[in-house]
Nanobody, 122 residues
């Protein structure tokens, strides 16, 4: 049984930084992709970033490029999201997820964490 547990969310002022973590367990993820998605109230789930363990390739959503950095520790099965220059519009519940390939669509992700709340005040 795959389990994903997010942590690191919280309240931060605009312009500040947060680092999210996603700890994965239940299998070896070396051939998988892990991604971050977010969902704000009344909005659809949005792709934030992903990393493909196979070669370390990363991809970002347009709204976070240049501000967020995804990384991972394969040995620890842990993924991170460093979020800098945060804006109020980054406020959302952030979810980590696992897919069997480097996809950006949430429908391609099989396993999901419960999410962690990020709130950015203006």
């Amino acid at each position: 049984q795959v389990q994903l547990v997010e942590s690191g969310g919280g309240l931060v002022q605009a312009g500040g930084s947060l680092r999210l973590s996603c700890a994965a367990s239940g299998r070896t993820f070396s051939s998988y992709a892990m991604g971050w998605f977010r969902q704000a109230p009344g909005k659809e789930r949005e792709f934030v970033a992903r990393i493909w363990w196979h070669n370390g390739a990363t991809s970002y959503g347009d709204s976070v490029k240049g501000r967020f950095t995804i990384s991972g520790d394969n040995a620890k099965n842990t993924m991170y999201l460093q979020m800098n220059s945060l804006k109020p519009e980054d406020t959302a519940v952030y979810y980590c997820a696992v897919a069997n390939g480097p996809y950006s669509s949430s429908s391609q992700y099989t396993y999901w964490g419960r999410g962690t709340q990020v709130t950015v005040s203006s």
